[in-house]
């Protein structure tokens, strides 16, 4: 039984990168079947019904701050990338590089950081909501910037949409 949240995100991250390269690199017929999401959803969901994981504090901690950190910093990547002028999405960046990916990380902790702070201060709307909106109009603000010729976000936007999901799977049960 794990009982380490490091040890936890590291096992879900892993679900999510193993999920993800197999439908890269594979033709694996479940692939066509199911979309990756959703077989990274299922293998977590499976992972914590086996009682992989233990169902402490800690685990729950990191499990709410992860998700909540992810889901503004995903947004975010996902309208930054979107081309408003065009209706066309940014060329592939398959091999974005380390500097443009910790640079899109960085800017999307950021932004993050900002939306759960704008949340808390809005009373009117549910906090995850805020956080959304608010993410989500920077990306579309940002959209109109610099910041959109960097490519990549797509596919860190999509890697943080996996992670996502398997918290989701793991601490359904």
């Known amino acids: 039984m794990i009982s380490s949240p490091i040890t936890y995100l590291f096992i879900l991250a892993s679900v999510a990168t193993v999920a993800d390269t197999l439908e890269k690199k594979t033709q694996l017929k479940i692939f066509k079947i199911l979309p990756t999401f959703v077989i990274i959803f299922l293998f977590s969901l499976f992972l914590g019904f086996i009682g992989l994981f233990e169902h402490n504090n800690e685990i729950y901690r990191v499990y709410t701050i992860t998700k909540t950190n992810l889901l503004s910093a ?16 940014v060329g592939c960046a398959c091999n974005i590089g380390a500097k443009r990916y910790w640079l899109l990380i960085f800017i999307s902790v950021v932004v993050s950081f900002l939306s759960q702070f704008v949340a808390w201060h809005v009373d009117f709307l549910d906090k995850t909501l805020s956080m959304v909106l608010f993410s989500s109009t920077l990306g579309i603000l940002f959209s109109f910037s610099r910041l959109r010729y960097i490519n990549g976000s797509s596919e860190v936007a999509t890697t943080m949409f996996y992670i996502i999901i398997a918290l989701y799977g793991s601490q359904l049960l």
Do not use: A, P
């Open 74 to 89: 995903m947004f975010f990547l996902i309208f930054l990338g979107f081309d408003f002028k065009n209706f066309l999405k």
